[in-house]
């Protein structure tokens, strides 16, 4: 069932397009990670959707309703914000009892409600502490718990965890979707952060210019990027620039030329007539060790060790290949005996034709 | 480490040009002589006792009073509502509209008395209180708008914005979330006005005439024609009553900022 809906949103900050032409759907209960970089207009369509800035035209539906006239403080959605926004001159209670108490519920109802979601937020014995007294994580957890006791059938999230350090990060992402399950809400979460869009989304709608580039489940969006900014937004990739493309050398796979002389098989795409560069995820490479050439199925490029990068689960290793400005990366999980490497050393990588992809 | 031995020196050097003349004017007041001198020739609490008992000073010191308590309350909400127009509604007018409130403070208080004396005429307020009690509103509001903008700006925005989405009215979320939140600027900007209220001389020359005198044309009056040690005293009395309220802000300010 449709939740939200956005329609032809469009949005100008003087002669500025900040968001041009979005349409998105979300669907009830799932969670919707606004991926891209800043300025690519993101925050502005959550803002937009809180009712914290108009847009200059479109609509937006939740629930069939028409929302993009409602004033902000009688939508039934809820917002989390980056910097926590608690009001530091209440205590955590009665920062959760706000929006309870602005709602008329029965003071009867209050402490009991706010009660359940502190506990919620495991934060039950914090009830009497000030924001200030309080851990960032804590405090972006009692301003979870503010905007859950409301119950709202849509919550907003502004880039919530930005302001935490990694390992807290993951940790309070992880309880975010538990909540989710927990109160089922509908969720449009805002981030720059590519792991956490991965982590929270059911689907990314990755955002560049103003408008949605690739709308999809993260394993589409990360195996099947629509084009080089999507491939280079999430995740690692090697980019190689084409030189010249010799179509029909057999019917399922067509030879290219990279800068540098080298030569790469694809998999024959009718809808790419002219691509101009090659794709290749650096962990779906391997290091060549055997002499088995097998060219029917894997590709081969040659070049010099720059540098080696131990990075606790792997190992990126940066080639130097001819012809090629950037180093070529490769990222392995182990490195046994056998692929010990020193710098400036030659070394042959391989990969799988079908994991080449080409713009 | 060299240059910060002379700011401190510079900073004892500023201290003492403030709190000297403050200091003469203090310990004057304890003098015996009959004439304002120094340095004092004996000690004596007489002239505190003449200014509270005699009465010359009590009429005009209710009247100071009076005016800068009732210009504070209402140029301390007009000069917060324009305040807090101009740092959070974004119009191409904010800067024309700031210079335009602030303008009473680079304007020379003399034209500004004139002005204001044609224009309290030509209206017909005939009475001193209100008459005075216009001017100084106009002339206090530049400082809580100029307080208030900087105490606005310091806010985080976004904590009124959730306040909002929380389901609070716009004027709900000024007086539950602003309001508290912008309290330390509240109060130094009740205490600036009322100090620059108390304060003010030359457009009360202006605007008053017999029969209404406040505390500093009291003073004024007696620099001129009556150079009497009680002038220490009265002048120590103010200083005294402006440290404390001074120190009663503060307080309040700390207070607030540990919850």
Known sequence: MTELQLKDIYKKFGSKVVVNKLNL???????????????CGKSTTLSMIAGMQTPTSGSIMLEDKELTKVAPHKRDVGLVFQNYALFPHLSVFDNVAFGLRRHGVPKSEIGDRVRASLASVQLAE?????????????????????????????????EPLSNLDAKLRQALGIEIR??????????VFVTHDQEEAMLLGDRIAVMNGGNIVQLGTPKEVYKKPVDPFVANFIGESNLLPIANTDLGTSSETMEITILGGHKIKVIANDNNSNPSKVMIRPESIEVLVDKDIDSEKYNYLTGNVAYINYTGTSYLIGI??????????VRIQNMTEDLHFSDEEAITVKWKIKDTLIY | MKNFKIVNFVNVFIYIFILAPLLVVIISSFNTAEYLVFPPQGFTFDWYH???????????????????????????????MIAYAISRYKSRF?????????????????????GLLILVSNLGVQMYFPRLLLAHVVIVIPYVVRTMIAGFAGMDKSIEQASIILGASPIKTFFLVTVPLARPALLASGFLSLVVSFDELIIALFLTGPGFNTLPMTIYSDVQFNLSTSLAAISSLI??????????????MGVNKKS
């Not at chain 1, 009497?128 to 849509?154: C, H, I, N």
């Not at chain 1, 538990?178 to 969720?187: A, D, P």
């Not at chain 1, 130097?320 to 990366?329: D, H, P, Q, T, Y």
């Open chain 1, 25 to 39: 759907t979300v669907e009830s209960g799932e969670m919707l990670c606004l991926l891209g970089p800043s300025g």
């Open chain 1, 126 to 158: 914090f009830e009497d502490r000030f924001p200030a007294q309080l851990s960032g994580g804590q405090q972006q957890r009692v301003a979870l718990a503010r905007t859950l006791v409301l119950k709202p059938k849509l919550v907003l999230f502004d």
């Open chain 1, 178 to 187: 538990l909540l989710q399950k927990e109160y089922k809400f509908t969720g």
């Open chain 1, 320 to 329: 130097k290949v001819e012809g090629i400005e950037k180093e070529f990366l």
């Open chain 2, 50 to 80: 003449e200014v509270i008992s005699k009465g010359r000073y009590t009429q005009p010191f209710w009247n100071s009073i009076k005016l800068a308590v009732v210009t504070t309350m209402i140029a301390l909400p007009v000069g917060t």
């Open chain 2, 94 to 114: 904010n800067d024309v509209l700031q210079s335009f409130f602030l303008s009473p403070l680079v304007i020379p208080t003399l034209l500004l008395g004139i």
């Open chain 2, 239 to 252: 200083i005294f009553g402006t440290v404390l309220l001074g120190l009663l802000a503060v307080l309040l």
